[in-house]
Nanobody, 121 residues
C-alpha cells in the first residue's frame, strides 16, 4: 500500500510560480512511476505530468508543457511539480498518483486526496 499526501497548494497571482509536493508512505516508492493530474471545477480530470521510477523519464500533458516540471527525490519519497507562469486556467485541484507504468492515462493504482491551487487575476 502507498499513501500519498500533497502539499504546497494555495492562492497565487497570475504569473507566479508554485511548487507542489507529494510525499509517499511505504517502502517501495522508488519502484513506482509518479504522476500529477488536475481537475478544475466542472471539468474532467486531466493529465499534467508523470515521471518514471528513476526520474530520468518524464511525460507532460498539453496544459503544463513548457511551464511545469516534474521531478522526484526517492530518498525523501517525494515527487514535485514546479509550476511557473501560472494562469487562471491552471486553477484546479491537483492530485498525485502512483503506479507501475509511466503513461498519460488514469492507470495509476494509488491516488492522493488532492490540493487546491487557485490562480487569481
Amino acid at each position: 500500500q502507498v499513501q500519498l499526501v500533497e502539499s504546497g497548494g494555495g492562492l497565487v497571482q497570475v504569473g507566479d510560480s508554485l511548487r507542489l509536493s507529494c510525499e509517499a508512505s511505504g517502502r517501495t516508492f522508488d519502484s513506482y512511476a509518479m504522476a500529477w493530474f488536475r481537475q478544475a471545477s466542472g471539468k474532467e480530470r486531466e493529465f499534467v505530468a508523470a515521471v518514471g521510477w528513476s526520474g530520468r523519464s518524464t511525460l507532460y500533458g498539453n496544459a503544463g508543457k513548457g511551464r511545469f516540471t516534474i521531478s522526484r527525490d526517492n530518498a525523501k519519497k517525494t515527487v514535485y511539480l514546479q509550476m511557473t507562469r501560472l494562469k487562471p486556467d491552471d486553477t484546479a485541484v491537483y492530485v498525485c498518483a502512483a503506479g507501475n507504468n509511466l503513461d498519460f492515462g488514469f492507470n495509476y493504482d494509488y491516488w492522493g486526496q488532492g490540493i487546491q491551487v487557485t490562480v487569481s487575476s
